[in-house]
């Protein structure tokens, strides 16, 4: 008899259980529409060209293998922290961002997490509802309280802004409020520009610290600075923040694990003490972090003529997105009779479409029409080529009516 008998079967894992599933499904007609990862349209993984440069560019140097810093590679944290904020932000100029490289999004929210366990033990965090689904268990594991705000509106299968603001309006002063610096995930739904000064007014009255996830800069709008825009506007503001990066989608560096931990803060003095507490905190957790995906992104960043392809693939990315999200919705409009508006899909932004499809209709899909998705009815349009819209469009059609 085994010591673990009291050890219970885990459930799988919302998302990357959609794969698991996927694979199991011999059907030549099934999609895989769970998972956020850019397929080209033969529905391959891709690596960018600018990866692979900045790779060769690597063995040519021959670098070694050495440990990094506990921090990471500071040539990455430069370049990180400079494309997020813009190389002129008056916060880096001044030295007031203590940036420490993790394991991509993922690890650094759980660092920073572990921050806030430790140095804000009474505080809370409001996260949107619906979110990605890892916010929760990366504040459970963490022990730190969270609650949710309102975010979609399922009636507009829009923002419900009133209800958001009110929901942050309503929480205890200093809570920490978890944003998604753009394409939220799942619903695809951002703010506008004028939504987000909005929210940071009521941020700002009610003395929050706003905790951005960017998990997506570029990848949703083609443009970096266009999609850092919102983080930029609460620093503009002289606000203290945290912002979470990760380079999975936007340089497909999924499996590299490189991301950041940015922590904006008032002075250069509090930037060095909060460092370091980041660094005491990883210490213990993983010692310091992979090389190889920090020096890709360094590379690519430091070098004028990498960092304008990359731009260009980014677009080429966002852009393919894009396409399939325009033809998905002409096929649903094109195809469905009752003469229901499907113009929610153009307006959601980044590498999923928010459906409306409830639990049972995405059981539909995946049970009848082999599309594997998460049961909130979110897919991912990078998992999509142009020439399946149309079967997604009967699928979709079939299972919502
Ligand atoms: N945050 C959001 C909102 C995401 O959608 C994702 C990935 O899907 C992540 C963070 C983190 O991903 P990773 O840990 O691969 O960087």
Redesign the pocket.
Known sequence: VSRFEDVVMAPPDPILGVSEAFRADTSDMKLNLGV?AYRTEELQPYVLNVVKKAEYLMLERGENKEYLPIEGLDAFNKATAELLFGADNPAIQQGRVATVQSL????S?RLAAAFIQRYFPDAKVLISSPT?G?HKNIFNDARVPWSEYRYYDPRTVGLDFEGMLEDVKAAQDGSFVLL?GCAH?PTGIDPTPEQWSKIADVIEEKNHIPFF?V?YQGFASGSLDEDASSVRTFVDRGLELFV?Q?Y?KNLGL?SERI?AINVVCSSPDAATRVKSQLKRIARPMYSNPPVHGARIVANVVGDPSLFDEWKQEMELMAGRIKNVRQRVFDNLSDKDKSGKDWSFILTQIGMFSYTGLNNAQSNNMTNKWHVYMTKDGRISLAGLSLAKCEYLAEAIIDSFY
């Open positions: 956020g991509s999004g993922t690890g929210l990605w890892n998604h995930n996830d998990a979470a990760s999975s999924y991301g």
